[in-house]
């Protein structure tokens, strides 16, 4: 089983993905676009200072699901 911090790095990394598959090359352009602080987005793609609203918040803008967000490596 995965620590913590694993989990915790792995969903920032699907973050990423998800963002860059959806066009988005910039993470700070996607938290400007949407309204997110730059810096609070870019702590939840290292895996630091995750929320499950903050989550919750970025895959409603994705259009995404938890179980879709979930279903890729976990």
Same mark, same amino acid.
């Given at each position: 089983?995965?620590? %913590?911090? %694993?989990?915790?790095?792995? =969903?920032? %990394?699907? +973050?990423?993905?998800v &963002?860059? /598959?959806?066009?988005?090359?910039?993470?700070?352009d996607?938290?400007?676009? $949407?309204? +997110?602080? &730059? *810096? /609070?987005?870019? &702590?939840?793609?290292?895996?630091?200072?995750?929320? *499950?609203?903050?989550? =919750? &918040?970025?895959?409603? =803008? $994705?259009e *995404?699901?938890? /179980?879709?967000?979930f279903?890729?490596?976990?």
């Open positions: 089983m995965k620590s %913590e911090e %694993e989990l915790l790095k792995a =969903i920032g %990394e699907r +973050l990423k993905e &963002r860059v /598959q959806n066009g988005y090359t910039s993470y700070e996607f938290a400007l676009e $949407h309204g +997110l602080g &730059r *810096m /609070q987005y870019w &702590r939840m793609e290292k895996g630091v200072n995750l929320t *499950m609203k903050s989550l =919750i &918040r970025v895959l409603t =803008i $994705h *995404m699901s938890l /179980q879709e967000f279903s890729k490596g976990f």
